[in-house]
C-alpha cells in the first residue's frame, strides 16, 4: 500500500500534536549514539569484503593540459601490485545534485591540478602508494590556463544553468541607478570571499564489489540514488543494477551529494580484476580533487532615504567555476527577500578557471552572500547614524519585495527583538574602538541570517511486524544531523510506540527514493514522508480494530478506543506495510518559504598583535516546530561555527601559477577549534508554519552559517574600527589600522 502528502493546502493540524505522551520536541539523545561510541556504525572505509584490494588515485600534475605518457612499468613491478587502471571512464570531477548526469571525460585532458587520471590498485594499502609514487606521468602543458579569479573578472559571463530554478541568474526592478543617486545615504563597496573546503570529518571512501552484473557500493554520500544514478551513467548499466549503501555518513555539508572519484574508481577497478576493491581518499585528496566553494567578487549597493528606509538594493556577484559546469554560487538568494525597497537588482556572472570543481557546500549562496549584505548594512547602518537592529526592523517588509508572495511564516523581527534583549544589547560599545580592556579591544556585532526552506520528492516504508516492532526503511542518510532520532521520535508519537521498538535504516537506494541530505530539507523531506506511511497505518490499526479512525488513540503500543485497547502487534497481524511519499506542491508555488534568526557577538582584539578572540555569542532562530532541541542546538552551533571559519581563518589557497592547492591538510586549513569558539548560547522561538509540511517545521542545518560571519565582521570593526571587506579577516589586515 502507498499514501502520498502533496503540499496543496494549509495544514490547519497535524498529528503529532494528538501524541499521548509527546516524543517530538524532547531533547532525546541520538538513538545511534551507542552504536557509535562503541564502534558498531560501520563507515564506509569500515568495509572489509573477502578478497579486498587497495586502490590509490593517481592525479595530474599540472593545472591545464594534456596527459602525453602514463607509464606504470615500474608500478607494476613492484610487491602486491596488481593493476595501474587508466580506463577513460574514471571522471575528472565530482558531481552534484544533477539527476543521472556525471561528469565523464577521460583521463587525457587535464583541467585543474590534482585531476584523477588513473588509479593504482595493490593488496594493501601501503603497497598501493608507494606504487603510486613510481608511476611516471609525462605532461604537455596548455599556456592558456586560468589560475586566478580576481585577474579575469573582465572574463565573466552569466551563468549556463538556473539549476533547476532553484538559484536566480538575475532579476531586477525599478531603477536601481536612478535611487542610488537620489539617495540620501548610500553604500557601494565590493567584498570578496575565497574558496572553503568542506573538510568533513571522514574522508571520501567507497567499496566497490560485483556479483556477476550487479555492483554493490558501500560509499560516503550524502544522496545514494543520486549518486547511483550519476555512476550507472558513467559505467554504462542500468541504475538497477547498482546499489549504494550509506547508513552512516561522518559529515558531508555538500561535498558528498554527487558522484565523486573514488567511487568510480573503485567500481571501474572492481570490475577489472573481478575481486573488490577499496578506494580511500587521503586529507590531501580530499582538499585537492573532491569539491570546494566557489570564491566570490560581490558589489553590493545599498541606498536609503534620511529615515534608513531602503530605496535601493544592488547585489551583483561574480564567482568562479570550471568550465561546462552548471553551478555557481548564488550569493544574492537572501538579498531577494530579507529587506523591502522598491528598487532591486541581482545579478551572477561566472568566470571559468582551472581550479578544482566548485559545489555546493553548506547554505551555498547565503552563507557567502550574506557575508557581504550584512556587513553592507552594518555600514548603512553607521552612516545613518541608527541602530543596526533598528535599521533591519524599518525594512521589514510585509510581503516577499519582489514577487510579492505571502510568507508562510516570517520570525524575523522576533529573533532580532529577542536577540537583542537576550545578549544586552542596548549595553553594547557604540563608538568603534572605545571600549578597551588592556590590550584587548572589545567590540560587538550583529546581523541577520536567513535561508530558504527547499522541499524535494521524499519516500520512506514504514511496517509492523506480528510482534509490534515498527521499521522505518529509506534511501536518506544521517549524516551526522540526527535523522536516525527524530524519525524514530516521529512515528513513537503517530503510532504511539514506545522508542525501543522502532528500528530505523537508512542509506540504502534498495529502499525507498528520499530527496537526500542536503539543503537543509531531510528532515522535513523524510519525515512528511514517514508521516504520510504512519497516517495510512493509522487508518489500517482502526480498520483493523473495527473502530472509527476518528475515535482512535494511540498511545503504549496500542490502539485505544471505546474503552478498549488493542496492541498494535495484533493489529498488524501477519504485518503491515505502508510506502508514504510526499511531493512540492501549491503552497511551494503560492508562499515564501524560509526560516530565519539573528546573530549577536562580543570580539577581543588584541590591540598589539591583532589577533581576534571570540568571547560571547547568541544566535535566535525561527524555524517552525523543533523537533529535537537536542539535535536542532547541535545543528545550529554547527553553522555558526561554519560561519565564524569563514569570518576568521578559512581560505582554500590556489597557486596563481597552476591552480594547485596549497594548503591541503587541516594543518594549513584552519577550521576552528575548540579554543576558538565560546560558549554559544541558541534559542529556538516556538514557532509553527502551517504551510511548510504536514510536521510544520522548517530546516536548520544551514541556518546558524548564514549571517554568521558578518555578525563577527561587524563585531571588528566595532572594536577598532577597522572595516575589512575581504575575508577572512586575518591579523594582517587589521594591524596598520589599530590604534597605537
Known sequence: MSATIKLDAPFSHSLIDDAADPQVGRPLPRVDGPRKVAGQARYAAEHFPGGLAHGVLLRAPLGKGRITRLDGTAARAMPGVLAVVTDPRLIRNG?????????????????????????????????????????TIDCAADDDGVFDMEAALDRAAPPTDDIFGLFLIHTEQGDVEAAMEAAAHRVDAVWTTPSHSHSAMEPHAA????????????????????????????????????????????????????????????????????????????????????GRRPATHQRLRLGADADGRLTAIAHET???????????????????????????????????????????????????????????????????GIDPVDLRLRNEPDRHPEDGMPFSSRGLVDCLQRGAERFGWSKRNRTPGAMRDGEWLI????????????????????????????????????????????????????????????????????????????????????????????????????????????????????????????????????????????????????????????????????????????????????????????????????????GIGAALTEELVHDARTGKVVNRDLGEYHVPAHADIPAIDVLFLDERDFIANPLLLKGVGELGTCGSGAAVANAIYNATGVRVREFPVTLDKLLSGLPD
Open 318 to 384: 561574480i564567482t568562479d567555476q570550471l568550465a561546462g559546469e552548471s553551478f555557481f554560487e548564488p550569493a544574492g538568494i537572501a538579498t531577494h527577500l530579507l529587506y523591502a525597497g522598491a528598487n532591486r537588482l541581482v545579478d551572477h556572472k561566472v568566470v571559468r578557471v582551472n581550479k578544482l570543481l566548485a559545489v555546493s557546500m553548506r547554505a551555498p549562496g547565503e552563507a557567502a552572500g550574506q557575508l557581504g549584505l550584512e556587513c553592507a548594512m552594518d555600514e548603512l547602518a553607521e552612516q545613518l
Open 443 to 642: 567590540g560587538h556585532g550583529m546581523a541577520a541570517s536567513v535561508r530558504g526552506n527547499l522541499y524535494g520528492p521524499s519516500a520512506a516504508r514504514v511496517s509492523i511486524g506480528g510482534n509490534g516492532q515498527v521499521t522505518i526503511e529509506s534511501e536518506m542518510t544521517d549524516i551526522g544531523t540526527g535523522t536516525y532520532t527524530i524519525l524514530t521520535q516521529i512515528v513513537a508519537d503517530l503510532l504511539g510506540v514506545s522508542s525501543d521498538r522502532v528500528e530505523v535504516r537508512l542509506g540504502d537506494t534498495d529502499s525507498p527514493r528520499s530527496a537526500g541530505s542536503g539543503g537543509s530539507w531531510g528532515a522535513a523531506t523524510a519525515g512528511s514522508a514517514v508521516y504520510a506511511a504512519c497516517e495510512a497505518l493509522r487508518a489500517q490499526l482502526a480498520a483493523a480494530a473495527g473502530v472509527p479512525l476518528a475515535e482512535a488513540r494511540f498511545a503504549d503500543n496500542a490502539l485505544i478506543a471505546r474503552g478498549a485497547r488493542h496492541p498494535l502487534a495484533r493489529l498488524a497481524g501477519e504485518g503491515m506495510s505502508v510506502e508514504g511519499s510526499t511531493e512540492p506542491g501549491e503552497n511551494n508555488a503560492r508562499y515564501s518559504q524560509a526560516a530565519y534568526g539573528a546573530h549577536f557577538c562580543e570580539v577581543r582584539v588584541n590591540a598589539v598583535t591583532g589577533e581576534t578572540r571570540l568571547s560571547r555569542w547568541n544566535s535566535v532562530f525561527a524555524a517552525g516546530r523543533i523537533l529535537n532541541p537536542r539535535t536542532a542546538t547541535s545543528q545550529a552551533i554547527g553553522g555558526i561555527v561554519f
Open 95 to 135: 558531481g552534484d545534485f544533477a539527476g543521472s548526469a556525471a561528469p565523464v571525460q577521460g583521463v587525457e585532458e587535464v583541467v585543474y591540478f590534482g585531476q584523477p587520471v588513473g588509479v593504482v590498485v595493490a593488496e594493501t594499502f601501503e603497497q598501493a602508494r608507494a606504487a603510486a609514487l613510481m608511476v
Open 207 to 290: 567499496v566497490a564489489t560485483w556479483e556477476g552484473d550487479r555492483l554493490t557500493l558501500d560509499a560516503s554520500y550524502q544522496s545514494p540514488v543520486t549518486s547511483r544514478d550519476q555512476l550507472a551513467t558513467v559505467l554504462g548499466i542500468a541504475p538497477e543494477n547498482v546499489r549504494f549503501r550509506s547508513p552512516f555518513v561522518g559529515g558531508g555539508f555538500g561535498g558528498k551529494l554527487g558522484l565523486m572519484p573514488e567511487a568510480a574508481a573503485a567500481a571501474i577497478a572492481a570490475q577489472q580484476l573481478g575481486r573488490p576493491v577499496k578506494v580511500v581518499m587521503t586529507r590531501q585528496n580530499v582538499y585537492e580533487t573532491t
